[in-house]
Structure formats: structure tokens, C-alpha cells
T-cell receptor
Framework: NAGVTQTPKFQVLKTGQSMTLQCAQDMNHEYMSWYRQDPGMGLRLIHYSVGAGITDQGEVPNGYNVSRSTTEDFPLRLLSAAPSQTSVYFC????????????FGEGSWLTVV | GENVEQHPSTLSVQEGDSAVIKCTYSDSASNYFPWYKQELGKRPQLIIDIRSNVGEKKDQRIAVTLNKTAKHFSLHITETQPEDSAVYFCAASTGGGADGLTFGKGTHLIIQP
């Protein structure tokens, strides 16, 4: 099992460019989510999904889109990158059942110039 | 929505002493309270968690206590060691953790030799 895999690990974007952060898990977890982490802050929830075809907004969804066409994949799209989106992004997954650990990916470092 | 406050933001203790980090939450429906350790440049790692039907949980040198009435929970680390130096985050969730976590802003724990 690879766990939660994020790509790319590092990315530099110009303002206005678009890109997709990829997240894949091979643990057959129903729940997946995206967080961003800024200096001096805890992680903040961007979007989450409780299963294929179902997504919902978290605390800071503006500027980001998600989709969940398969159980394994949960990509995060930045349609028009802004410097305020410079951050570290973490994808996470867990089983629906209570008592299961939330697994985080290794993170994606994004800089928007 | 949920709001999680974490104190202190920095904690320096002598090696071998105990460390206590405290968090409060606002949503009385929250039922899952994990603690994460994050080393520089790494992903958050779950170190212990507690659910609302339990008042205390211990795992070797680490313990967590929960006071539902006061809406606060605490992390206790005894016999601190240099490898305990890291940033610690508390979090809370109303959905058992599966539909997203609300994080505190973190505590930088420094173990002085």
C-alpha cells in the first residue's frame, strides 16, 4: 500500500495560471479531504468528499474546485492562481467507520508569484 | 462553525519534565479530538485521539484528557525527550473526523537539553 500519494511535491505558478494538485489513495477509503497550511496556522479544510460523486465545501473553499469521479482520486484545481494561494496543501483520507485514523499525504508546496 | 483555540503557541521545557498543551472548542456537537505532531517539512502524524464518550486516554508517555462540560481538552507529555520537539496541533470534529477537522493554530514544543 502506498497510502495517500500527492503530486507534485513542489510547484511554482504565475498569477492567473491554473493547475491541478493530484491526490490518490489505495486504501479504499470513502472519505477524502484537502487542507491548506499557512505559516503560524493550523491546517484549514478546503473541500471534502464522503464518496465518489459527492463533494462539499470546507472552511476556505474560494478559488478551488474539486471532483470525485472515483473512490481513489480526489484532485484539487486552482482555476486562476493568486499569491494568496501560496501555501502547503495536504490531502487526507479515512474510512467512514468511527475509530479510523485520518491519513495525510506528504504535502504539496505551492508558490504563486 | 467550529472554532478551536490552542495555548500556548510556544512551550519550552527541560528534558525530562512534563509538557501540557490546552485546547478549547466551541461546538458542543464535536465528538472527536485528535492530536497531531508535525516536524519541519513533514506531514502531520496522529499521536493520540479521544472521542466524546471517554474522559481520558493514555499511550505510554502521552495522555489526553477531555472535559465536555467546559469544552476543553489537553495533551500531556511526561518525561519529555529531545525527539518530542515539534509543532503539536489539536483538532476537533463533529463527524468523528471523517468529514473534516478544525485545527488549532499549533504549539511549538521545545525540549531544552
Amino acid at each position: 500500500n502506498a497510502g495517500v500519494t500527492q503530486t507534485p511535491k513542489f510547484q511554482v505558478l504565475k498569477t492567473g495560471q491554473s493547475m491541478t494538485l493530484q491526490c490518490a489513495q489505495d486504501m479504499n477509503h470513502e472519505y477524502m479531504s484537502w487542507y491548506r497550511q499557512d505559516p503560524g496556522m493550523g491546517l484549514r479544510l478546503i473541500h471534502y468528499s464522503v464518496g465518489a460523486g459527492i463533494t462539499d465545501q470546507g472552511e476556505v473553499p474560494n478559488g478551488y474546485n474539486v471532483s470525485r469521479s472515483t473512490t481513489e482520486d480526489f484532485p484539487l484545481r486552482l482555476l486562476s492562481a493568486a499569491p494568496s494561494q501560496t501555501s502547503v496543501y495536504f490531502c487526507a483520507s479515512t474510512l467512514r467507520a468511527r475509530g479510523n485514523t485520518i491519513y495525510f499525504g506528504e504535502g504539496s508546496w505551492l508558490t504563486v508569484v | 462553525g467550529e472554532n478551536v483555540e490552542q495555548h500556548p503557541s510556544t512551550l519550552s521545557v527541560q528534558e525530562g519534565d512534563s509538557a501540557v498543551i490546552k485546547c478549547t472548542y466551541s461546538d458542543s456537537a464535536s465528538n472527536y479530538f485528535p492530536w497531531y505532531k508535525q516536524e519541519l517539512g513533514k506531514r502531520p502524524q496522529l499521536i493520540i485521539d479521544i472521542r466524546s464518550n471517554v474522559g481520558e486516554k493514555k499511550d505510554q508517555r502521552i495522555a489526553v484528557t477531555l472535559n465536555k462540560t467546559a469544552k476543553h481538552f489537553s495533551l500531556h507529555i511526561t518525561e519529555t525527550q529531545p525527539e518530542d520537539s515539534a509543532v503539536y496541533f489539536c483538532a476537533a470534529s463533529t463527524g468523528g473526523g471523517a468529514d473534516g477537522l478544525t485545527f488549532g493554530k499549533g504549539t511549538h514544543l521545545i525540549i531544552q537539553p
